[in-house]
Every structure is written in structure tokens, then in C-alpha cells.
């Protein structure tokens, strides 16, 4: 795509002007709200610069603040920038405040609005840059699991690799790392495929009701028990059964389930009729069971009988590539859920997810960006809407537009470290290969790697 920008101005002279201003761009003239939308709609432009006073409101400012909500509520991505007059700033400051990216004032100084205009359009390319992986990282072949981690990677190409076999899998990991996930993901690709996948969080039913829940109960077996009920087991038949945080099951029903599982045959509770199953289960726990197991708390044979395969998630915070990465799935998700036109977060917000010890993980990480959407009230994410540590909102705020034009290094640092990690990866460290695939020379990528602090090893772990 050409790089494209629209000047809505009504004044001749400022047109011929500023037209001449921007030769790397394919420059566009609207004079009123009329061919600026239409040009909007023909010509999809990355950035535009926009007069707020235009007829047949010349003198005053609606035409502009028009323009303006129609432009956002076309396309959030667009860079808007208002020029205004020298006084009015109250104006510019209502304009940012309704998603444009910057303001400028007359007299305009050529130079000055060149480079606003530059540093609009390449921030423009590295949003669309990250929503691109984004969409590419959201159609991922194992189904919900969205990661650009070369450890997740890994795992993604190990669950490929078990799913179609009858191996029994063991999922470690913190809460909210995604085991459920991997887990659907494993059902998915099996050859249990077709039947349905059941899951129960052993750590979440009473221990006396667990039993029931699992193999199901007959009438009369116990108080309360007014009907037949199968259990989860029974469901899951011919699917998978998910047996989450194994690690907080009792004593006394792990050597049910070891029965069950070395025999492929349960009975209701009460019942006396064997009840012949086939189902692959999956396990789960954040619990250390070798631990457990010197301590007598979980059966060392129940364990070799559902390890087969251990898959150790690691948490958010080892996953630095895919932290960003999953907060704009989240807030792609929650923004259209509430009907916000939310462009993405500010780079102090970024940094801020970046360095949050968020111990939940992923399951933590939603509920802050789903929180945030609703809290939000300007264009851009700020720290103050992520409430990080219990946080409350400050009482003054940097302009989000002043904020970019301080921190646009910043974000393309970003991005160069991100593409040469990536590079890296691709030929297992080789600079000579990695920098052919850069399009640069050896001692600008070894340059490069100094500056922007990346360890080699780390990139090709």
C-alpha cells in the first residue's frame, strides 16, 4: 500500500502549500466534509491533516469536529491530525480527546508538520504490523491457543504431534496458563475427536460429592439422591474426559480412579453393574505431585498412569513475545463487545503490561483488559485504565498524542527487537543468515544487537 495522505483545507494558497510539502506521499486535497469522506472512502489514507474550520461553519469549529467523529468512526486506525488556530487550544485538546492523533497550530511551519506527518504514518505501519500478527496468530492451528514464543511453539508442535496417539498427557503449570486450552486442543486433533470433551475441576466440588460427580450415582445410594445421574466419566464416553488439578484430589478416590483407568470400567456409586468405558483422559494440576508423592499425599502409581507425556506450561511472565500479543486479542474482543472505538494502548500502558508480575497469568491478563475497555475513556489505553497493583486513576494526563511523538523510538525499538529475534530464530542464530533475511550487513545487525541489548542465546532458546 502507498503511502497516502488527505489535506482537509479550505484555503487555496494553504493547499498548494502544504501539498508540496510531503513528495514520499501521495497527497489528496479535500476542501469540504463532502470530498473528504468521499476521498476517505476511495483512497483509504494513513494519515490526514484536518482544519477544523471549513464552510459553511468557516468562522467556528463543528464542520471539523465532524469530520473528524466520521473519519474515527470509519476507520480508528486513520492518524487525524487538526490543525487549529494559534488560541485554540481548548479545541485541539476536545479533538485528541475524541481519537485524533495530534494538533498543530497556525502559522503552519512546513518542516515541523512534515515530521508530525512522518511519525504519524510509521506509527500507523506498527499498529497494523501488530494487528496483522495478531490475525495471523488467532488463526493458529490448535484451536484458542494464540502465542508467538518459541517455548509455546514448541508445545503447540508436541500437542500436534500426541493428540492422534492413545499416550495418557499430564498438564503442569500456574493457574491460568491455559492447561484447559491445551487440553481442548489435544481433543480436537484425537481420534476422540467426535465425541464430546468433559471437563471437571477436581479442586472445585466437595470431596464427598466428588465421587458421585465422576462416576454418577444410583437412586437411593446416599440422602439426597432422588434419581439416576451419570457421572462425567459415563458422559465423556468415546470423548475425552479432563480431569483438572488431579493434585487436589483425596486419597481415597485417586485408587478409584487408578481402578478405573488400568480396567476401563466404572460403577455408579450404589451400583453394583460394571459400566464398560472408552474415553482418553487428560490430566491437569498446578501442584508439584513428585513432591506429594514423597509426602505420601498423591499415589506415585497414579502418576506413572497419567504421565505418559508431561507438558509444562510456562507462566505469562517467562512469554514476553506473546504478553502483547494476547492483550490485543483481549481488546479486540472486549472493544467490539462494547462498542468502543479504542485504537490500542499508549506505550506507558505497554510498558507497563510488559513489567507486571501478573501472577494469574493469561486468565489475569483478560479480566485486566476486559476491565480496562469499560474504564477507558479516550482513544488509547493509558497505565492509569490497566488499575495494575490496585492503582486508582491519577488526575492529570499526558496528552496521548504528546506521548507518542515522545516514546515513537521507543516503539520502533520494540519492533526491531521483535524482527530480529524472529530472524534469529528462523536459522538458529546465524547472524551472516539472519542479517540476508534482515536486508542488512552483518556489522549493522551486530550493532543492532548491542544497542537493542539482545542475547543471542536467548533469542535461539
Known amino acids: 500500500m502507498s503511502k497516502k495522505l488527505l489535506i482537509v483545507e479550505d484555503d487555496p494558497g494553504l493547499q498548494s502549500q502544504l501539498r508540496w510539502c510531503f513528495d514520499d506521499f501521495q497527497v489528496l486535497l479535500a476542501e469540504d466534509e463532502d470530498t473528504a469522506l468521499r476521498q476517505i472512502r476511495e483512497h483509504h489514507p494513513q494519515v490526514v491533516t484536518l482544519d477544523l474550520g471549513l464552510p459553511p461553519d468557516a468562522g467556528g469549529v463543528s464542520v471539523g469536529f465532524i469530520i473528524l467523529e466520521k473519519i474515527i468512526s470509519f476507520d480508528a486506525s486513520i492518524k487525524v491530525i ?20 495530534d494538533f498543530f497550530n497556525k502559522p503552519v511551519d512546513a518542516k515541523i508538520l512534515s515530521l508530525v506527518v512522518d511519525r504519524a504514518y510509521q506509527l500507523h505501519e506498527i499498529e497494523q504490523e501488530n494487528k496483522a500478527l495478531v490475525q495471523k ?46 487440553a481442548r486442543a489435544i481433543h480436537e486433533l484425537s481420534l476422540h ?131 502483547l500479543l494476547l492483550a490485543q486479542v483481549f481488546l479486540d474482543r472486549y472493544v467490539k463487545q462494547q462498542g468502543k472505538a479504542i485504537k490500542g494502548f499508549s506505550q506507558s500502558a505497554e510498558n507497563a503490561l510488559l513489567n507486571y508480575d501478573c501472577r494469574g497469568n493469561i486468565r489475569e491478563l483478560e479480566k485486566i483488559i476486559r476491565r480496562s475497555v469499560i474504564m477507558v475513556e479516550g482513544p488509547y489505553v493509558q497505565i492509569e485504565d490497566l488499575y495494575l497493583d490496585g492503582r486508582k486513576p491519577g488526575s492529570g494526563h499526558v496528552l496521548e498524542a504528546e506521548a507518542v511523538s515522545l516514546t515513537l523510538n521507543s516503539a520502533r525499538n520494540y519492533a526491531e527487537k521483535r524482527a530480529i529475534r524472529k530472524a534469529l530464530l528462523e536459522v538458529d542464530g546465524n547472524i551472516s543468515k539472519a542479517a540476508k533475511l534482515l536486508d542488512v550487513s552483518r556489522p549493522t545487525l ?15 532458546d
Open 82 to 101: 487538526v490543525v487549529t488556530g494559534q488560541e485554540d487550544r481548548e479545541n485541539a485538546l476536545k479533538a485528541v480527546g475524541m481519537g485524533a492523533y
Open 137 to 182: 496468530q488467532a488463526s493458529s492451528p490448535l484451536s484458542g491457543i494464540i502465542t508467538s514464543s518459541p517455548g509455546m511453539l514448541r508445545i503447540c508442535g508436541m500437542v500436534e504431534k500426541i493428540a492422534p496417539s492413545d499416550l495418557s498427557v499430564l498438564v503442569l503449570g500456574e493457574s491460568g496458563t491455559g492447561k484447559e486450552v491445551i
Open 193 to 323: 475427536s467426535k465425541g464430546k470433551f468433559v471437563a471437571i475441576n477436581c479442586a472445585a466440588i466437595p470431596a464427598n460429592l466428588l465421587e458421585s460427580e465422576l462416576f454418577g450415582h444410583e437412586k437411593g445410594s446416599f440422602t439426597g439422591a432422588t434419581s439416576q445421574k451419570m457421572g462425567k466419566v459415563e458422559v465423556a464416553n468415546q470423548g475425552t474426559l479432563f480431569l483438572d488439578e488431579i493434585g487436589d484430589m483425596p486419597m481415597d478416590l485417586q485408587s478409584k480412579v487408578l481402578r478405573f483407568l488400568q480396567e476401563r470400567v466404572i460403577e455408579r456409586v450404589g451400583g453394583v453393574k460394571e459400566i464398560p468405558i472408552e474415553t482418553r483422559v487428560i490430566c491437569a494440576t498446578h501442584q508439584p505431585l513428585k513432591e506429594m508423592i514423597a509426602k505420601k499425599t498423591f499415589r506415585e502409581d497414579l502418576y506413572f498412569r497419567i504421565s505418559d507425556i508431561n507438558i509444562e506450561l510456562p507462566p505469562l511472565r517467562d512469554r514476553d513475545d506473546d504478553i
Open 446 to 460: 551486530y550493532a543492532l544487537i548491542e544497542r537493542l541489548q539482545i542475547e543471542v542465546a536467548a533469542a535461539i
